[in-house]
């Protein structure tokens, strides 16, 4: 394909140069996106009488032909083009003719890619939002079945105090609440129309940007030409909320490879997302926890990569900038895969509810509980921290529970005991006392899933 820029050069381009140069293998993702910013540029174009109106009409059918073959599937896409820019304008050129050399008028590949890449990022922020409000939803509907799942909550990994599992369901409820917002605010940051900025100065042709704005859907126009076609900061906020998101899936991921281990016990893999061993016949792998894990560290790297990128580049446009596509494509594709796998996985999960209270029990989870017993009594916390210290180490050595010690062998610890006791340390005393809000009681839960529930309709009506 003959080169648009060639006027100026006086020998043809290396073959290994013309390899390494093009990004039409990776940047045809943004075929249908070009072609709709071309459509728009063209339409105001001809408005604007900046084109003759005539030749206006020939590149928008034109146009139209293009979009409706490569929505068919029919449009063959020439791999020797440098960029999938030049492959739009040299093969409407070869379908209309000499009009079709105008569409570039008033624009530059640096602003035609800014745009293109900011279309492509709003339809990624929206995918990946339609994909978070379904995860919230299975997350909310298995905190609803188990709002009275007592487990033990760990801090340190280490068994720690008694919850549900429908509090830590909620727990990651709220994680994916600000994901959402992550994701919501990256489209905003993506949705700034840079047509118009020609290569960093803009443009001496009476152009409509806020007319091309409309057309394509832009609530707004960028404000400075130099910016606008060296900025990838929508791309870097769609990234950082892109690992945030998959550093919140591999966290569960690692909890459910955990619990689902023969040491814990209270988490069975479905079929449908587990695999098994080619030489061990009673393995049955957590396989997509662990690929979501494993590919966390892969969406770093696609972020870390494009600051690196960015971080020394001086404005405006720089041919490293090219490097962006690459990075936010792997990224994009790899956390739908990771969301929609992990979803689906979630839903399917069988929790094992009686080992779960059988493991809080077996913790002394309840041990604080035994502590504010005595505080309620009169007793400093200090103080009633020892005592409570003092029984489990008495429990741990005689292997038994704190539920198990006679009114008498804890009177021995403190006076202050009393037969009432036993009805206070009980794991759903322990769990339906912290009813505050945000707490892990049945009630506070309910309340947390109802509250989710509200901002999740006002959240998606927006």
Same mark, same amino acid.
């Given at each position: ?12 381009? *290396? ?29 105001? &174009? ?68 800014? #745009?293109?890449?900011? /279309?492509? *990022? ?16 299975? &997350? ?24 549900? $599992?429908?509090?830590?369901? /909620?727990?990651?409820?709220? /994680? ?9 605010? *990256? ?15 803009? @443009? ?30 929508? &791309? ?28 814990? *016990? ?25 690929? +979501? ?12 990569? #494009? ?7 001086? &404005? ?5 900038m090219q490097e962006d596509k690459e990075a936010f494509f ?79 062998? #804890?009177?021995?610890?403190?006076? $202050? ?6 009805? @206070?340390? @009980? ?23 109802? +509250?989710?529930? /509200? ?8």
């Open positions: 394909m003959a080169k648009l820029w060639a006027g100026r050069f006086e020998k043809e381009t *290396a073959k290994l140069m013309d390899d390494f140069h093009s990004s039409i293998p990776f940047d045809q993702r943004l075929l249908r996106c070009d072609i709709l910013g071309s459509i728009a540029h063209a339409t105001m &174009l001809k408005e604007q009488g900046i084109i003759p109106a005539q030749d206006g009409e020939l590149i928008l059918k034109g146009l139209e032909e293009l979009l409706k073959d490569e929505d068919s599937g029919k449009l063959e896409i020439d791999m020797s083009a440098e960029d999938v820019h030049m492959f739009v304008e040299a093969e409407l050129t070869r379908r209309i003719g000499e009009a079709g050399k105008r569409l570039h008028t008033g624009r530059s590949r640096n602003d035609q890619v800014a #745009l293109d890449t900011r /279309m492509y *990022a709003k339809l990624a922020c929206g995918d990946t939002e339609t994909a978070l409000v379904k995860l919230l939803q299975t &997350l909310l509907t298995l905190a609803k079945q188990h709002t009275d799942t007592i487990m033990p909550g760990y801090t340190h990994l280490q068994k720690a105090q008694p919850i549900t $599992l429908g509090f830590h369901m /909620m727990a990651y409820a709220q /994680m994916v609440m600000r994901d959402m917002k992550r994701f919501r605010a *990256a489209h905003a940051e993506a949705d700034v129309m840079p047509l118009g900025s020609g290569a960093l100065a803009g @443009t001496t042709y009476d152009l409509n940007r806020e007319r091309v704005a409309e057309l394509l859907g832009f609530s707004k126009v960028s404000d400075n030409a130099m910016d606008a076609v060296s900025d990838r900061d929508y &791309l870097l906020s769609f990234l950082s909320a892109a690992s945030i998101l998959m550093m919140h899936m591999s966290r569960f991921c690692e909890e459910l490879i955990l619990w689902s281990s023969g040491e814990f *016990a209270t988490v069975t893999m479905d079929d449908a997302y587990a695999t098994g061993s080619s030489i061990m016949p009673q393995k049955k792998n957590p396989d997509a926890c662990e690929l +979501i894990r494993g590919k966390t560290g892969r969406v770093y790297g696609d972020l870390t990569a #494009l600051l690196t990128v960015m971080k020394g580049l001086p &404005l405006a446009y720089n041919k490293d792997d990224a994009y594709d790899t956390v739908k895969k990771c969301l929609n796998v992990f979803t689906e996985m979630l839903a399917t999960v069988t929790f094992h509810t009686e080992r779960m209270e059988k493991s809080a029990k077996d913790g002394f989870t309840n041990a604080t509980d035994l502590a504010d017993y005595l505080v309620g009594k009169g007793l400093p916390f200090r103080d009633a921290h020892r005592v409570s210290g003092a029984l489990v180490k008495q429990c741990i050595r005689e292997g038994r529970s704190l539920e198990e010690l006679s009114l008498e062998e #804890l009177q021995k610890e403190s006076p $202050l005991f009393e037969a009432d006791v036993y009805q @206070t340390i @009980t794991l759903s005393a322990c769990v339906s006392r912290r009813n505050l809000r945000g707490g892990t009681a049945p009630k506070a839960v309910a309340d947390s899933i109802r +509250i989710a529930e /509200m901002w999740l309709t006002d959240f998606t009506d927006k």
